[in-house]
């Protein structure tokens, strides 16, 4: 009896921590992992010479308008 008892206390000590944390990776891990690597996507800086282009949300290619806007100028001299 005693040495069952040791046998299982052996056991949780031995294999607990690594399914614990297994566990948690599955559960949390994976998602917070995901959301780093958002964030530093997001705030990552930009180096020399890279052009960055975020999409404005709103229309999509079914878009009614042709070309630019075109605005009035004046040429200084």
């Known amino acids: 009896m005693l040495l069952k008892a040791l046998f299982i206390l052996t056991l949780l000590i031995v294999f607990v921590p690594p399914v614990r ?4 990776y599955l559960l949390v891990g994976r998602q917070l992992v995901k959301e780093q690597r958002r964030q530093y996507e997001r705030n990552a800086p930009i180096r020399e010479g890279e052009t960055r282009v975020t999409p404005k949300p709103g229309r999509r290619d079914g878009s009614s308008m042709k070309g630019g806007e075109y605005v009035d100028y004046e040429e200084v001299k």
């Open 21 to 24: 944390r297994f566990l948690f």
